[in-house]
């Protein structure tokens, strides 16, 4: 029998940073599939412009309520996100920019957590076939080291998670953005805005 490839958390209380309601969902499901209760951070102060991250926010909140789980956001504090990346913006994505974005939202997040007694943070950028697993892993263990809250790797794309986000995508009729959330990433795609 194959053994799965994903794993128990290192320690619970969990938090789940999550970028997006659609990219949680499948995380989510698994999670309480295996007697996990996450709390769902949504802490994304590199999406741009306001309206685009107030959609996502909701859709997020939304997706929690609707599991009955505890939800919080952190602050929206973009031109200090921006002071983080400075010197980055013309770097491709999964370049120096998306690791150093990474950094920051972890970091901060395992902060808030540490200080609300939470075992171990993961996060739902992990199952974006668009990230860089190692780049996420290196921010985690930033965050690990820098807080001592234990950070649990996982690729949560593995075990037909990606297929389940798709399908819950459509039962839950979330928004699906088309853009990793900064305005750096969003002049490499095709928005029809600009």
């Keep these: 029998m194959k053994r799965p490839s994903l794993t128990p958390p290192p320690a619970e209380p969990v938090m789940l ?11 989510v499901e698994w999670m309480l599939h295996h007697g996990i209760r996450p709390t769902i951070y949504f802490y994304n102060p590199n ?3 306001y309206a685009e ?3 996502r926010r909701d859709e997020s909140r939304r997706h929690a309520e609707a599991l009955g789980l505890r939800w919080e956001e952190g602050p929206y504090d973009h031109e200090e996100w921006l002071q ?3 010197g980055l913006e013309a770097e491709p994505e999964r370049g120096a920019r998306c690791l150093k974005c990474f950094e920051y939202r972890l970091l901060r997040a395992a902060e808030v957590a540490s200080d609300e ?3 171990c943070l993961t ?3 992990a199952s974006s076939r668009w990230k860089s697993q190692s780049q ?6 930033h965050a690990e080291s820098e807080t001592g809250l234990a950070f649990w790797h996982q690729n949560w794309r593995k075990d037909g998670l990606s297929e389940r986000r798709a399908v819950l995508l459509r039962e839950f009729a979330f928004y699906n953005q088309q853009y990793c959330g900064c305005e750096f990433s969003r002049r490499q795609t095709s928005d029809p805005e600009e």
Aim: hydrophobic share 40%.
């Design 84 to 86: 983080a990346v400075r």
């Design 123 to 125: 996060t739902t950028l």
């Design 136 to 141: 996420l892993d290196q921010a985690g263990e």
């Design 47 to 49: 999406i741009t412009p």
């Design 17 to 27: 940073h999550a970028c997006c309601a659609p990219c949680s969902s499948a995380i």
């Design 53 to 55: 991250y107030a959609i």
């Design 117 to 119: 007694g939470f075992g």
